[in-house]
């Protein structure tokens, strides 16, 4: 009766094997481990400055009616996402989190017959949302650490339901052109949906431009996801949106929870979007940041890949586990990514010009000691 590994074998088999996701380790947890109170958390490419200030004046605002449920259409926010694309609001799905867009597209389109192809060193959650369902995940060898298109569509089967791209990619912070993406989605047969993860798309600098929202009337079976938790600060809310065309929208909210975003949540999001001073005070930091890490990483003699995103992966030349553990014993939260096949790296989020400072310092000083 007490025995609990027999409660594992009634479990579906793709459940079974699942290796779950590892999220970066949350401040208070490092607290209670080691007792620090000077800690900083470099690990989840959260944005450094928070959330901004009409988001939290839009959730102090709906603080009294909390005893309602939301508004499951999400309507205000998705009007208001329909305005800032031009498209209309029926092609849009609102997510707990753009996670939850990954996983509602795996439940609508992937099947045990089925397959999904997604990249080595691609986003985490790929893996473990085919897997939770039984279908065959197809893992195409990275180019240069990014997704390599040509092999991903040689890929693609006639079992082949779901291709997850994600640009730029986490962890690699690689991006790939506007035109050999066009390319990959015009060869892609239709019988397969492509997701487009643009979770850091904020990010992208104009050099880099990424404009995919055209391609929303070319292709009827792409998703482009995208999140409140990265460029505008809202990652402990949770929101995140699909855009699609009308039909895979519809599919998708059948289903999705009814209620998946709350009401706090939902009035966030809506200012937030409102709120052109933070994000362009987001992105700016970023672009410092980023310059900041890259110089220090030189003058330590580090190679990183050069990144899109708000993270940046340096190669540390040793393994990188005892690198993060020495790192956490000095209050310093980064992300080791032994789990994307890149055991040698640590992913580093950008922060705020002191949290970048106390990071490198005690980098130095780590890799003085090894
Ligand atoms: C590539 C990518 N996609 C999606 C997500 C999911 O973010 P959220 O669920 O917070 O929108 C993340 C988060 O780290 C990510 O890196």
């Known amino acids: 009766m007490n025995n609990n590994d027999n409660i594992y074998s009634l479990a579906a088999v793709g459940v079974q ?48 009616t909390l005893a309602l449920y939301p508004d499951g259409s999400g309507f205000a926010l998705k009007q208001a996402l329909a305005k800032k694309y031009g498209i209309h609001e029926s092609q849009i799905t609102l997510g707990n989190g753009s996670n939850e867009l990954l996983e509602l597209v795996a439940r609508t389109f992937l099947t045990p017959e089925h397959e999904c192809v997604f990249s080595q060193h691609a986003f985490a959650v790929y893996p473990i949302v085919t897997q939770a369902i039984g279908a065959k995940a197809v893992v195409v060898p990275a180019l240069n650490y990014g997704h390599d298109l040509p092999a991903m569509l040689k890929a693609v089967t006639d079992k082949t339901r779901l291709v997850f791209i994600a640009n730029p990619n986490n962890p690699t912070g690689t991006l790939l052109s506007q035109e050999s993406l066009e390319a990959f989605l015009a060869a892609l047969p239709e019988t397969c949906v492509c997701v487009l993860d643009e979770a850091y798309f904020e990010f ?46 519809d599919l998708l909210n059948r289903v999705r929870q009814p209620f998946n975003n709350n009401t706090l949540a939902l009035v966030a999001a809506e200012a937030a979007l409102t709120d052109a001073e933070h994000l362009a005070q987001t992105i700016a930091v970023n672009t410092q940041g980023m310059q900041q890490l890259t110089e220090g990483f030189k003058k330590l003699a580090l190679e990183w890949i050069p990144s899109a995103g708000n993270f940046v992966l340096v190669d540390v030349k040793q393994a990188a586990q005892p690198l993060y553990d020495a790192l956490l014993h000095k209050g310093v939260i980064v992300r080791p990514v032994g789990n994307y096949e890149l055991p040698n790296h640590l992913r580093i989020s950008i922060g705020t010009s002191e949290e970048n400072s106390v990071f490198l310092k005690a980098l130095a000083e780590t890799l003085a000691n090894v």
Request: proline content about 6%.
């Open 204 to 249: 992208v600098s104009s050099t880099g431009t990424i404009n995919s929202i055209a391609w929303l009337q070319q292709f009827p079976n792409l998703l482009i996801t995208r999140t409140f938790s990265k460029a505008y600060g809202l990652a402990g809310l949770r929101v995140g949106y699909g855009l699609s065309n009308t039909g895979l929208a």
């Open 17 to 64: 094997q699942l290796i779950p996701y590892k999220a970066g380790k949350p401040i208070e947890e490092l607290e209670r481990e080691l007792g620090l109170t000077q800690i900083i958390k470099l690990a989840s490419n959260e944005n450094p400055l928070g959330p901004g200030k009409k988001a939290l004046a839009a959730i102090q605002a709906v603080l009294p």
